[in-house]
């Protein structure tokens, strides 16, 4: 079996794409920050147990809205022990999250809004709707945005300032265009220029910030009572049950309409990520507007570029060859005159690498990410040359290309319209086989407020706010309207996406569509659910019947007729949908719907469509999911390593989104991907997270090293065998 093993991993080793590095000694030096979940009622008898038997533990931080528990900091040992009170439910050690267009407004409808008018008689505009941005912080100094800042809290430093971070190195400015999205009302116009911002800075110096920072927030915002909150930041998890995902489901329970980015790690499926995996949050996917994008034509393939901040503009009518030059240090740029030079992001600032290539006479910097997904890059000081950032699938891509030829490089605009954008999270989500991202909004080359100005992004991040502006215009129409209906005209009005004009993006991709803000503010008719998931199906289930209740109202003043009809026609799934029905003025009315499904006409894979709610002037789509078959999703997430107090013993935790037969853990060496040992194997793991401590006396002495996971999932009478993870350790005597 072990030989198995060792051909597998040698061979799937090579896949490896990003690292994460942990300092295992200074986690020893350092207390680790872990939440804690007590049993209901119980937080109080905590506190005096953590006092009396556990004196070097550090209480943190207490949450009661939306997850009832602790933050503690303590070594690994204690955490540990403290682990087996009978009053424990779980415990979680802190996840690191990231903070993850110039006519964006007036294309998704926001206009129309100026058309509408509340029960005030005030127009339309967001005006008293209190909408919370969970981030890095907002400039609420910004000329922008002052006029709407209506406070907040800083879960960072502990204080009632949720300011930028303003450090040389580590400045952020997410949050402030996050908030400018949602509701700059100056220069510029958000979707909603007069609802009242509240800032929550939970991601500090660099944009990071951990689920306990992030839960901080959460809890403020639900006691400042706001209506909305917007958290464009998340992790790599695709579970419903992680921390952050559950308190946001609490959030919406309390009368919060809570609202987040699906994630920058697409195109695979599977990466929707922890909160956006919220089973009662909204999660938002990203789009392309109807404008004009920078680009690079290199070998007729196009690639939409990010120019940096601060370097010189790009011109359209560029040309020259494309050369590599590793990190772009001194040593490594030669021979690049007249050139674009390609350049791996690490080892040396933004500002060093086109300060050394514009030295040695380069035309332009283009730098590639050194992690999976996009991101902005910043230079400062005065520059002749243009700098600007890509994918790392799209950097390496082009690098594959110069080792066969010499590669030739035009620059020019590109115009895309309503396109999925290939960075966006896909779902579903592992477990409730959920429809994740509920929706699309336009999330490329957005222009919003920063510190000291203005600035085009791209993200699931800008995607995010333009929806939280859009529940704010129509809170502001529909005060009394509940959550459930908040959501349903924002998922049920959206327009569906086609890739090529030709065929739908599928529902784990787009969720209903991108966001239509027009036709939400004139529906009057709303769905619970807004989608529906089939769950799982298999050869051996033959015919099934799944039966659902969807709830209809009729918000307006007059009776309406709705029918039911199924379009999106899928093979091996039939719908029986009632007869046309008449809802009363300002009443709802509960209908049933059941897709059979004939598993003898299916193949192993997903199956979607959505069922279409019709009214005299009104259509509602309502998206649904089937997954046939055994799921393909990663089967092991969230890895963390780390030594504990004491000779040779080490502890690590993972995420296992579902049962699993067998797991193993390889360690390798980081240079020569040689194995040096399998730490740990083990049988029949039951889903959720897995903790164990393990007595490692061959463990290697200081050095770099890669930790590979490999797992065996049942898939009808086989077995399974994938590269799942890897994660970078370094070790210390």
Avoid at 138 to 148: A, C, E, G
Avoid at 149 to 160: A, C, L, R, S
Avoid at 688 to 694: C, R
């Amino acid at each position: 079996m072990k030989k198995h093993y060792l051909k597998i991993i040698i061979c799937l080793v090579f896949l490896l794409s990003s690292l994460n590095v942990i300092d295992v000694n200074a986690q020893v030096q350092q207390k680790q920050i872990a939440l804690i979940s007590i049993k209901d009622g119980m937080i109080t008898q905590a506190l005096k147990s953590i006092g009396k038997h556990f004196p070097n533990i550090k209480i943190r931080e207490k949450y009661t809205e939306t997850y009832y528990g602790i933050s503690v900091s303590g070594s690994l040992e204690e955490l540990s022990q403290l682990a087996k009170l009978p009053l424990v439910n779980d415990i979680h050690f802190v996840t690191t999250y990231r903070a993850h267009v110039e006519d964006s407004i007036p294309f998704i409808g926001a206009d129309e809004a100026e058309n509408y008018k509340d029960q005030k008689g005030r127009i339309i505009t967001g005006e008293g709707i209190k909408v919370g941005v969970i981030d890095t912080g907002v400039d609420y100094r910004h000329p922008d945005l002052k006029s709407n800042y209506g406070g907040g809290y800083d879960t960072i430093d502990q204080d009632k300032d949720p300011m930028e971070t303003k450090l040389e190195e580590k400045s952020t400015f997410h949050g402030t265009h996050v908030a400018g999205v949602i509701a700059a009302n100056g220069k510029r116009k958000g979707v909603a220029p007069k609802a009242t911002i509240f800032a929550y800075r939970a991601l500090g110096p660099g944009g990071v910030g951990t689920s306990e920072t992030v839960l901080a927030a959460i809890e403020r915002a639900v006691k400042d009572k706001v209506d909305i909150i917007n958290l464009s930041l998340g992790n790599d998890v695709n579970g419903p049950d992680w921390p952050t995902s559950i308190a946001l489901n609490k959030a919406v329970e309390k009368g919060v309409l809570a609202i987040t980015a699906a994630g920058n790690s697409g195109p695979g499926l599977w990466t929707v990520g922890s909160p956006a995996t919220a089973a009662k949050a909204l999660s938002v996917g990203a789009s392309y507007p109807p404008v004009l994008f920078p680009s690079i034509h290199v070998d007729g393939k196009e690639n939409i570029i990010t120019p940096m901040i601060g370097s010189a503009k790009w011109k359209n009518d560029l040309k020259g060859r494309i050369v590599f030059k590793k990190y772009g240090e001194k040593g490594d740029i030669k021979r690049v005159r007249n050139k674009f030079v390609l350049i791996e992001r690490g080892k040396i600032t933004f500002t060093d690498k086109v300060k050394n290539a514009q030295a040695a006479g380069a035309k332009a910097v283009i730098v590639f990410n050194n992690v999976d997904g996009e991101f902005v890059g910043q230079v400062k000081g005065k520059f002749k040359i243009p700098a600007a950032t890509i994918s790392r699938k799209e950097g390496l891509r082009i690098k594959r290309e110069l080792e066969k030829e010499k590669t030739i490089v035009k620059t020019g605009q590109e115009k895309k319209v309503d396109i999925l954008a290939d960075f966006s999270s896909r779902g579903p989500v592992t477990g409730t086989w959920q429809m994740k991202p509920d929706l699309l909004a336009p999330g490329v080359q957005i222009k919003s407020t920063i510190p000291g100005g203005y600035l085009a992004l791209q993200g699931t991040s800008m995607a995010s706010p333009h929806v939280a502006g859009a529940a704010a215009l129509i809170k502001q129409l529909h005060p009394n309207w509940s959550i459930d209906d908040l959501k349903s005209v924002l998922v049920n009005t959206a327009t569906p996406l086609y890739k090529n004009n030709k065929s739908m993006y599928h529902v784990y991709e787009q969720g209903a569509g991108r966001l239509n803000i027009n036709k939400a503010l004139e529906t009057e008719t709303t769905l619970f659910p807004t989608s529906l998931s089939l769950g799982v199906t298999r050869d051996n289930d033959k015919q099934i019947k799944k039966d659902f209740t969807v709830k209809i109202s009729n918000k307006s003043n007059k009776p309406k007729q709705v029918i039911a009809t199924n379009n999106q026609r899928v093979e091996g799934i039939q719908w029986v949908l009632p007869k046309p029905i008449t809802i009363p003025a300002n009443a709802t009315k509960n209908i049933n719907v059941s897709a059979i499904v004939q598993t003898r006409f299916l193949k192993d894979g997903f199956y979607d469509g959505a069922i279409t709610f019709s009214t005299t002037k009104e259509t509602l789509r309502m998206p649904y999911l089937l997954l046939h078959g055994e799921p393909n999703f990663p089967s092991v997430m969230g890895f963390h390593f780390g030594k504990v107090k004491g000779k040779d013993r080490y502890k690590y935790e993972l995420y296992l989104p579902s049962e699993v037969e067998e797991y193993k853990i390889a360690v390798f060496e980081s240079e020569t991907f040689r194995l040096l040992d399998i730490i740990d194997e083990k049988k029949n793991s039951k889903r959720g997270i897995v903790k164990k401590e393990l007595i490692l006396k061959k463990f290697p002495k200081s050095g770099i090293y890669k930790f590979v996971i490999f797992y065996k999932r049942k898939q009808y009478e086989s077995a399974t065998e994938s590269y799942v993870n890897v994660a970078k350790i370094y070790v210390e005597d």
